[in-house]
């Protein structure tokens, strides 16, 4: 459940909250605006319960589960690195909605990864 929620809730969810937000600011059409801006709040909410979830879990797990939660958000982070970095061909749909480019996108993978560790997490998973 810790190693789920590492990866699924506190790296996905916490993506789909940021790339949401992004498209809530920049979709061309103000519907797709007003739609990303929920889809926005509702990931936000799921990565904070993720959180939460991580939080109760931390003090129940041992210190070498921690650290196979700790490497588990990391291994996750560089696989979503590596899915960002491929460039999808630009689209009147990716326009319209508002979809961050491969510069974009890896550029708001690493403020959320200074976020989620301050410390740095670039060492290889």
């Not at 326009?95 to 510069?103: D, E, K, S």
Request: glycine share 4%; no cysteine; aromatic share 6%.
């Amino acid at each position: 459940m810790a190693l789920e929620n590492a990866a699924e809730g506190g790296v996905r969810e916490t993506w789909g909250a940021l790339a949401a937000a992004w498209q809530a600011l920049h979709a061309e059409h103000l519907e797709a605006r007003a739609v990303f801006r929920r889809i926005a709040e509702e990931e936000a909410e799921h990565a904070e319960l993720s959180r939460a979830v991580d939080q109760w879990l931390q003090s129940r797990l041992s210190a070498a589960e921690r650290r196979e939660v700790e490497l588990t958000k990391r291994r996750a982070l560089h696989a979503l690195q590596r899915e960002l970095a491929v460039e999808e061909p630009h689209s009147t749909v990716t326009q319209f909605a508002g979809v961050p480019n491969r510069l974009r996108s890896l550029d708001l993978l690493a403020r959320l990864s200074e976020e989620l560790f301050p410390m740095g997490w670039t060492e290889r998973a």
